[in-house]
Every structure is written in structure tokens, then in C-alpha cells.
């Protein structure tokens, strides 16, 4: 007989390869006026079901999770929990919930064609395409302002030398790098090179980007490493960690990349951008306005992509058992 300390009805999806968990029941109230409000006391609290519903055995390194919560301002609100960190946006993971809310009747073409989706990052606009047979098709994520912030940050990697990178905002920190100058090939059989020459870039950069202010307390920025095809596409491989790649293009990576593309000239206003990730799967962007933040020009992004559901299932914790709250080994 089961003795079951704890249960989670769960919905999975991937968008372009990379898995979303959206945490329906099972997470306690929360306090706070807000989403980051509630995230925050997440963290405080109730960390320790991060980790179970995430990491081995239930999940892996690379699984992001979702969790629905109320808002006072915009239709629906969610936050974004990862194996290491909190996201404060995640454009893979809202395409995922709105997957998630048509496969499970929250949402409909009876309901329209875009709700608002608060987040801690601010409140974005998810556009949502119909198909004929009602299905969705396509959601087109209006994502939170971006910007180019710094460019030509340069850190030394052995067996390397001298690297450069942009860092750039898209709801989260990324360090934009030129996988052709690196000679690195953006391919399946190459990730692990590109994992331990990401995390090297990473760290370094942590090292040198210490106490600045534009950074302050956000993560660390990941590396998103792009091969070009023109000026209006390329491949992404966006390195998260030693053991953690994101198998999307990224939509906040993606919008970012755009931010950067458009400051520097290198695509009109009306420009769209195609994002592959290393399986060919499409994300496209388009620059669907322009603003400044803190005195950066800045654009709004507008990211469309593809989920599909892979799992309906409820995760459940035994009472005895010894790895409860789960395990990951880098």
C-alpha cells in the first residue's frame, strides 16, 4: 500500500524540443499582491518542491516548470522555476502555458485570440493562432522590452583566448556570441563541446559583470551562442549550465538576439527574424515596437512558436522515500 505524502496534477509540453511542466495542484497558497510577490514567497517557503517536481528522479537538468497563479492585473499569472534558478520570464515556457490552456479547456477561439499573462518581469501579451479545426496552431508571445545593453564584453578562455560578447535583455541576462568566430559548430553531435565551452564563458563573465549595477541581483547571463545564415536568421544554442542546454531557440534569448540586431542596424523596424534551434525548429521574431528603458533603446518583441503536449500525469511522493525532494549530479 502507497503511503503518499504528496501529490501533483501536472500538464507537460515542449516547445521546439524544451519542456515545460505546468504545476496545476499541489502548491500551496501563497501570499502577495502580485506575481513576484508570490514567487518570491515560493522561494522562502516552499524551495524544496522546486527540486522535487524538477529534478531527478521526476524530472532532469533541463526541465523548467510553470506555476499558475491569481492575478490582479492581467487574465492569468504565472511564474517560472528551473533546476538552478528563478526565471523572471521564460518565452518557451508562456508558449507552453497557453498550450496548456487550450489542451485542458481553459482557453478557445469561443474565448478570442490573445489573453495577458503577468509574470515577474512585467505583464506580456500571448497572441494565439486558430486553426480550423479549432486546435492551436501557433502563439505569438509579445514579450517584455528588450535591449543591447553592453557591447564587446571580453573575457579570456583557455585554449581559446580573448571571447567577445554582447549582453543584451529580453526578460533575462544573455551573453550574445559569434559561434563562427569561435569556430564552433552549432550541431547535436557538438553540445557537449559547446556545454563546457558555454559554461566557461559563463563563469568568466559572472567573474568580470561582480557588482555591477546593471546586472545587480538577476542571474547570471547565459550564453547564447548564434550562427548566422544572413541577417535575418540564424541557429541558437543557448547554454544554461555544465549539464543544461536549452533545446528551443529561446524565446527571451530570441528577443534579446533581435534587440541587438536592431540597435545595430542590422534589420529594419518591419524585419523578420527566423531562430532555428540545432533540430531545425523555427522560432520567428518581429520587432513590434520600439521604447527605451533606462535610457536604452529598446524594442518589443514578438515571438511565435509551437507546444505540444507530451504528458497529463500526477507526481506523487512516497512517504519514505529517501531522495524526496530529488537530485541532480553535474
Known sequence: MLRIASSFDVIDSH????????????VPALSGNSVRDARDDFRRRFDHLRTLLLHEPRGHA???GLVPVPSRVADYGAFFISSYVYLDMCGHGTIGYAKTLAASGQISPAT???????TPAGIVTVGLVWGKDGGLRSVRLRNVPSYLAIEKVTVDVAGLGPVSADLAYGGMW???????????????GHVSELLRLG????????????????????????VLFHADHGAEGSTHLLVLDINKFDRSPCGTGTSARLAQLRRQGRIPANGVYRAKNIL??????RIAGETKVDGFPAIIAEIE??????????????????IGEGFLCR
Open 174 to 188: 544573455y551573453a550574445l556570441v559569434d559561434a563562427a568566430a569561435l569556430g564552433v559548430k552549432l550541431e547535436p
Open 62 to 64: 533541463a526541465m523548467v
Open 199 to 222: 559554461s566557461v564563458i559563463k563563469t568568466k563573465l559572472k567573474e568580470k559583470l561582480a557588482g555591477n549595477t546593471l546586472i545587480g541581483n538577476d542571474p547570471a547571463p547565459s
Open 305 to 322: 512558436g509551437q507546444a505540444h503536449i507530451t504528458a497529463h500525469t500526477t507526481i506523487v511522493l512516497e512517504a519514505d522515500d529517501p
Open 112 to 118: 478570442g485570440d490573445s489573453f495577458t499573462l503577468e
Open 15 to 26: 516547445t521546439a524540443g524544451h519542456p515545460t511542466r505546468v504545476i496545476l495542484s499541489g
Open 280 to 285: 531545425g525548429v523555427p522560432f520567428l521574431a
